[in-house]
Every structure is written in structure tokens, then in C-alpha cells.
């Protein structure tokens, strides 16, 4: 267990979720240009630790844990930082938290009926990064007082958002084709 917690990949989630606490810091002392660097890197070194996972041969249980909490963490912490602070506008705020807690009420849905993993789709990822960049951009923005980062946050935020629900259905479909195969479903 030790052994598997302390390798590359499992390093770089750790590092990512050991400055989320940092970035609340940033947030709560008003120094939003920093915190949306800050939140940029997070994000974009997202895709680094399952790249390397894979390509090193080094996935684990552990790993498969620390790096979507490191994801769900950074977005719920900046996401509702964001909303408290007034850095996101409040409906696309709200938006991404509807669709995070329908989510996560479907994998649990999901767990209580036998269903241990969904494949994760490759758009999932595309519009996760858009949300992570536009985030970014909104606290950027509100750090630097700067309307085109404003702007270039909307015009990534609002599509990546629209994916961010079409793909959230598409697990929903996914998740419902789980559940009907699932062994431990007496139904099918």
C-alpha cells in the first residue's frame, strides 16, 4: 500500500491536492489573479498523472483514488470559492454544482446497484479542461480587473459547460446500461 501510494503518478496527485489548501488561501485573501494561475495549473496538470500512470505501468488502486478526488476537489473548492467571492458569475457557478451533485447521486445510484467503474469518455475530458481554463480565466479576470479575460472565460466556459451536461448524460445512458448488465441486478 505504501509502495503503491509513493510513486510518480500518485506524487503528482498528491502535489495537486496538497495545493488546493493554498489556493483557498489565495481565494480567501482576495489575491484572485494568483489563485487563478494557480487553479490553471492544477488543472492542466491534471491529465500528467493518468498519462504517466498508464505509460510507466504504475496504475493503482490508490492511484484511481487520489486522482479524480484531486479533480472533484480543486473544481468543487474553486467553484464555490468562486461563487462566494463573486469571481463566477452565479448561474454558471450554479450550473456546474446541479451537474456535479446529479453526477454524483448517479454514482451512488450506480454503487447501491452493483456498478464498480464506468469507462470515462474522451469528451468527458475535453469539457472538464474547459471548465478548469475558464475558471481560471474568471479568477484571472477578477484578479487583474481585465474584461478579454472575462470575456475569454465565457466564450470557453459556456460551451465547455453545454459538453460538460451532454457528456453528463451520456454517462446517465451509460450508467443505465451498468446497472441492467450488472450482476447483482435481479431484474436483467
Known amino acids: 500500500m505504501i509502495r503503491d501510494l509513493f510513486n510518480v503518478p500518485n506524487i503528482i496527485s498528491l502535489i495537486r491536492l496538497a495545493l488546493i489548501p493554498f489556493f483557498i488561501y489565495l481565494v480567501a485573501s482576495a489575491q484572485y489573479g494568483s489563485a487563478g494561475l494557480l487553479f490553471g495549473f492544477i488543472g492542466a496538470t ?109 466564450l470557453i466556459g459556456v460551451p465547455s459547460l453545454v459538453l460538460y451536461y451532454v457528456v453528463g448524460a451520456m454517462y446517465a445512458m451509460d450508467m443505465r446500461s451498468a446497472v441492467n448488465e450488472s450482476p447483482s441486478n435481479p431484474g436483467t
Open 46 to 154: 491534471d491529465w500528467i498523472d493518468g498519462y504517466l500512470a498508464r505509460r510507466l505501468g504504475q496504475v493503482t488502486e490508490v492511484g484511481k483514488f487520489l486522482d479524480p478526488l484531486a479533480d472533484r476537489l480543486a473544481v468543487a473548492v474553486a467553484v464555490v470559492g468562486g461563487l462566494i467571492t463573486g469571481v463566477l458569475p452565479a448561474w454558471f457557478a450554479w450550473a456546474i454544482i446541479v451537474r456535479e451533485v446529479l453526477i454524483a447521486g448517479g454514482a451512488v445510484y450506480g454503487w447501491t446497484q452493483g456498478v464498480t467503474k464506468l469507462d470515462v469518455r474522451w469528451i468527458g475530458k475535453v469539457a472538464t479542461f474547459g471548465l478548469y481554463f475558464s475558471v481560471a480565466l474568471f479568477f484571472v479576470a477578477a484578479g487583474w480587473d481585465s474584461d478579454p479575460w472575462f470575456v475569454a472565460g465565457y
